[in-house]
């Protein structure tokens, strides 16, 4: 078992980190951005679509949305009443509509019409939260960023790489344990992981590669064939 964070070192913290980094990319070699895009305005109102939802629900009304409304000006100019039907599917529809309009109108405003591609710009966006620029940067401008969603938060707890609770705190403690450049895949590694095996409630420890190197490994069914039930093949969140 790992030792608690009081007894592990700096030194070996990032080796077990990275360690386990590695076997997280073993483990899903296919780890990606769950939401569908093809540009970068898509993928930021995905991703602020996204919260308080599942990214299949988003999935599933985004091409009907952008076939209707595929630029910053389109949707700016969008009837509100149209806009909230689009929207009832993936909940808060009437919030998220007024933020979409904003949103759009400020990229058209304030950018020419184009998603900024700097964290510092992002965030001046309605809507956009570091989380959502770091998503946007890594995903559709290849800038490392790490994104710390409730699945990431939870799993760097669990695997004591921090005590920090405040997302940015995380993103900063998190971030200085790996190479900028494995920032962005290390997030789908981790988010992936929460969301097929590594669950709140019920971990499926018994079914983890990363048991020798976790010091939460027991908090779930340890039994294989028990912990293998839990297992999801897609994420759902």
């Given at each position: 078992?790992?030792?608690?964070?009081?007894?592990?070192s700096r030194?070996?913290?990032v080796?077990?980190?990275?360690?386990?980094?590695r076997?997280?990319?073993?483990?899903?070699?296919?780890a990606?951005?769950?939401?569908?895009?093809?540009?970068?305005?898509?993928?930021?109102?995905?991703?602020?679509?996204s919260?308080?939802?599942?990214?299949?629900?988003?999935?599933?009304?985004?091409?009907?949305?952008?076939?209707?409304?595929?630029?910053?000006?389109?949707?700016?100019?969008?009837?509100?009443?149209e806009?909230?039907?689009?929207?009832?599917?993936?909940?808060?529809?009437?919030?998220?509509?007024?933020?979409?309009?904003?949103?759009?109108?400020?990229?058209?405003?304030?950018?020419?019409?184009?998603v900024p591609?700097?964290?510092?710009?992002?965030?001046?966006?309605?809507?956009?939260?570091?989380?959502?620029?770091?998503?946007?940067?890594?995903?559709?401008?290849?800038?490392?960023?790490?994104?710390?969603?409730?699945?990431?938060?939870?799993?760097?707890?669990?695997?004591?790489?921090t005590?920090?609770?405040?997302?940015?705190?995380?993103?900063?403690?998190?971030?200085?344990?790996?190479p900028?450049?494995d920032?962005?895949?290390?997030?789908?590694?981790?988010?992936?992981?929460?969301?097929?095996?590594c669950?709140?409630?019920?971990?499926?420890?018994?079914?983890c590669?990363?048991?020798?190197?976790?010091?939460?490994?027991?908090?779930?069914?340890?039994?294989?064939?028990?912990?293998e039930?839990?297992?999801?093949?897609e994420?759902r969140?």
């Amino acid at each position: 078992m790992p030792p608690t964070v009081s007894e592990e070192s700096r030194t070996a913290l990032v080796r077990r980190a990275r360690r386990m980094n590695r076997a997280l990319a073993e483990l899903y070699p296919d780890a990606r951005c769950e939401l569908d895009f093809t540009n970068p305005f898509e993928l930021l109102v995905a991703t602020v679509l996204s919260a308080q939802t599942t990214d299949k629900r988003v999935n599933a009304i985004t091409p009907t949305l952008f076939a209707r409304y595929p630029t910053p000006a389109s949707l700016a100019g969008a009837d509100r009443a149209e806009l909230e039907k689009l929207l009832q599917p993936v909940g808060f529809f009437r919030v998220k509509s007024d933020t979409m309009l904003k949103l759009s109108q400020a990229i058209c405003d304030d950018f020419g019409g184009e998603v900024p591609h700097t964290l510092k710009e992002l965030v001046t966006l309605p809507g956009v939260g570091r989380k959502t620029a770091n998503v946007v940067l890594g995903n559709a401008f290849d800038v490392p960023g790490i994104t710390v969603d409730t699945h990431f938060g939870r799993l760097v707890r669990r695997f004591r790489w921090t005590s920090e609770t405040d997302p940015v705190a995380v993103e900063h403690a998190v971030g200085a344990l790996f190479p900028k450049r494995d920032w962005t895949l290390l997030s789908h590694h981790l988010i992936w992981h929460g969301r097929r095996r590594c669950h709140a409630r019920k971990p499926a420890c018994g079914a983890c590669p990363l048991a020798r190197l976790c010091p939460a490994y027991g908090e779930g069914p340890t039994d294989p064939e028990s912990a293998e039930k839990l297992v999801r093949t897609e994420g759902r969140a």
